[in-house]
């Protein structure tokens, strides 16, 4: 009698294709993951940029008092948020680059990457004669900044109420 020890051709292809399935499992696992982790660093750090940006835009505005002005409009190829304010003694400019994707400010990048389309600034007002200046349209009840980044799913967006009485100009 003859003594049959080893693989057949049979069982040595079977165990090979089976292990190569498990192993195409395991890589699309593993590269499921890792484009899972790239995404949520590249979403935490939008989300982290965007929150400084925010916090600057709020701490510009919120300290606004009565002798502050804001003027704001857009052209073209970006909108610019003119204001003056007494504490910081000086004009400062809030632009918003549409064609760049940027913002800045004076002249100094706060952020980039913003999908131009999304962008919403807006000067809300009382509605009525709240400083007794003699119009209702100029005195500012809040403003609010929202936009989203190019590559982020999310509206990162704030309302900043000015903790003095401005003038919209």
Do not use: C, W
Request: glycine share 6%; no cysteine; aromatic share 10%.
């Amino acid at each position: 009698m003859q003594n049959h020890q080893g693989f057949t051709l049979i069982e040595a292809i079977t165990t090979l294709v089976l292990l190569s399935l498990v192993s195409l499992g395991l890589i699309s696992l593993f590269t499921y993951g890792v484009n899972g982790y790239i995404f949520t660093q590249r979403n935490a750090d939008y989300a982290l940029k965007a929150q400084i940006a925010l916090d600057r835009i709020s701490y510009e505005f919120k300290d606004l008092d009565e002798y502050s002005t804001i003027t704001y409009g857009s052209g073209p190829q970006n909108a610019t948020i003119t204001y003056s304010n007494t504490r910081f003694n000086a004009t400062r400019n809030l632009t918003i680059d549409l064609v760049a994707g940027t913002m800045s400010l004076n002249g100094y990048l706060l952020l980039d990457k913003i999908k131009t389309s999304s962008v919403v600034f807006q000067v809300n007002t009382f509605g009525e004669d709240v400083n007794n200046d003699g119009s209702s349209t100029n005195d500012i009840k809040n403003i609010f900044v929202s936009f989203q980044m190019t590559d982020a799913p999310v509206q990162y967006q704030a309302t900043i109420h000015p903790r003095g009485l401005t003038t919209l100009n």
